[in-house]
């Protein structure tokens, strides 16, 4: 049975002028660029949507541009909510409600050291403050620490909360949390090894990369799906090397190069993260220009 909201999405970008102030128009064209690549929806205004450096303000006008790139799409439009004050995440939850999002997430409060007990009450605060289904995330590389396993069982038995977005390399938990709560919906997120968690029986992904490379990852999706372990490998291979690449540039600034190689110009990133450069497109532009790196291209 297909779980609610499984699927593939986007971890998607945003859209910047020169100066750094959010741009409408650069991030309607990236969105409907996105759309056109096949996946099962948007995960708006997370970590690759560079919210961590961004003022909320521009956060709430990311959701109305997004949203009404989407209207008239089956689209399925997941906000990230997770600031670090609690107050602003409540906000932008419903703001995204009221904009007709069909979902939420937040990345656990990691400000400052908090108690398991803090992060739950965190996460069920913000579970009430709507009615929209919530997923939790559990990304030490982000949060400096994985949360305990039965802190995560906890998460998922809160009302309103239907999944985890799970990005952390420890597989084997990913597994005991399945068996604990297996109506849950699980998405991987570290897209250069989707196939490994994908086979142990996730509902999906939510990745960067997916922005550029939405099509590869559909059907790295079907592949998996289908037993087709050749495909599967074959596919995720592509994925290792360009993220092999971006590793090399910084993954965000390395993406808006990739994307702007390609025509899609979304601006730089926000400081104080590192701005464009040279040697991302000079590495980017060959792999992006192989055959079977190109096929996989929406241009």
């Avoid at 990739?258 to 792999?287: D, H, M, N, T, Y």
């Amino acid at each position: 049975m297909t779980k609610a909201l499984s699927g593939m999405y986007a971890a998607l970008m945003t859209g910047l002028e020169d100066n750094g102030a959010f741009s409408p128009d650069r991030q309607r064209a990236l969105t409907a660029y996105v759309f056109g690549q096949g996946l099962t929806g948007l995960y708006i205004g997370g970590s690759s949507g560079e919210s961590g450096v961004l003022e909320r303000a521009a956060l709430t006008e990311q959701q109305a541009v997004v949203a009404d790139v989407a209207k008239g799409s089956d689209q399925i439009l997941i906000a990230h909510v997770g600031l670090p004050a609690l107050a602003d995440s409540v906000a932008l939850a419903r703001n995204a409600a009221k904009l007709g999002y069909d979902a939420l997430s937040a990345l656990p409060p990691h400000a400052y050291p908090f108690s398991d007990d803090e992060i739950f009450a965190y996460y069920q605060a913000l579970a009430a403050a709507t009615e929209l289904p919530l997923i939790v995330y559990e990304i030490p590389l982000r949060t400096g620490r994985p949360l305990p396993l039965n802190l995560l069982v906890r998460l998922l038995d809160l009302p309103n909360v239907v999944g985890i977005k799970f990005t952390s390399e420890d597989l084997f938990k990913l597994s005991m949390l399945r068996r604990r709560r297996p109506e849950a919906t699980y998405y991987f997120g570290f897209d250069e090894i989707f196939a490994g968690a994908a086979t142990l029986g996730v509902d999906g992904g939510i990745g960067t990369t997916y922005n550029l490379f939405g099509k590869l990852y559909q059907a790295l999706w079907q592949a998996v799906k289908a037993g087709d372990l050749a495909e599967m490998q074959k596919l995720q291979a592509i994925s290792q090397e360009f993220v092999e690449i971006l590793v090399q540039t910084g993954v965000l600034p390395g993406m808006k190069s990739a994307l702007r190689l390609i025509g899609v110009e979304c601006g730089p990133v926000r400081a104080p993260l590192a701005p464009r450069s040279e040697k991302a497109e000079a590495l980017l532009r060959p792999f992006l220009d192989r055959a079977d790196v190109a096929c996989w291209i929406a241009r």
